[in-house]
């Protein structure tokens, strides 16, 4: 869990940058296509990711030299977990505008989402060099070292992200999620704390800090920690998904299932709800149950690695080995397309 909440942390900083780059343009007669763009950044703020997509496709097929269409479509496709379409959409404002760092930045969190650690880096490189700021150069180094699993390595890149800022609030969190992933659960409290000092509204916070207090068998304080985070972000699937499987942990299944059925409500479409819940079913020992919802997961995210191993484990205590191996290839070739 922490670390796919971690990733969200590139998407934060990146629309950030959009709203600060690509302001709304001036219209004069006849541009068509900027309407379309300033209509996709009003969606786009107004958290419609999709329709956003939708006005930045008309701006690009009114003027195709349009590159920060190309690069606001590709914030946006990293929103909904389109990450080869953002890629492609970063790979031609770069074509178009090879001098601004924040699109390689950009294109680096695409790479990494899919794998391409060391062309992440390389980017990462190219915006140090157009002069991106040394504190998120660092920041973001870490960031790709965190997701390749290299935690030692990334806690030096944050070290010298807070020395450069120390009022940068999610190199503290991250290097907390470092230390959490080497087992030093106090050090990521400590991390966390900093971080919630410099910046206590940001919910995925406090849901980072739970997970660490559930590792010092400190159940009390996470919950109150996760229960901060639903406060301060009511609507978001993450942390509602987190606070269930929390109740889950602590057998109160009646919590966690209304936890996930609203995650459910809140967006259809979203597996992560689906795969909680199947969970949940998994723990009752309903396997068939869990397995309806692991269906509907995968439906929903066809290249959901997690909802095949975890429909695999389904099969498997429902004594239909070849499904469950079947399923567990299928989740490997999902993760590493080049598995044989």
Known sequence: MLLSLSILLFDANISKSQTNEDKTLVVVGGQESALAYNQGIKDFNGLKFSESIEDYNKAINGNSQFYKAYYNRGVANLQIGKNQEALNDFNQAISLKSDNSIYYIARAVSEARLGKYSESLKDINQAQQLGYAESNICYYKGMVLLMSGRYNEAVKEYNKSVEKNNQYAYAYCDRGNCQYKLGNYKAAIDDYNTAIQISPSSAFIYVFRAEAKVEMKNLKGALEDINKAVELAPDDIDVL???????????????AQADFETCIL???????????MGNLYMQKKDYKKALEYFDNAIKKAPNSSTA?????????????????????????????????
Do not use: H, V, W
């Open 308 to 340: 095949y191993y975890n429909r695999a484990n389904a099969y498997e205590l429902m004594f239909e080995p070849k499904k469950a191996d079947a399923d567990r290839k299928k989740a490997q070739m999902l993760e590493k397309p080049n598995y044989k």
């Open 266 to 276: 809140k967006d259809e479409n979203n597996p992560a709800g689906y795969i909680s």
């Open 241 to 255: 998904s987190a606070r269930g499987r929390l109740f889950a942990k602590n057998k109160k299944l009646d919590k």
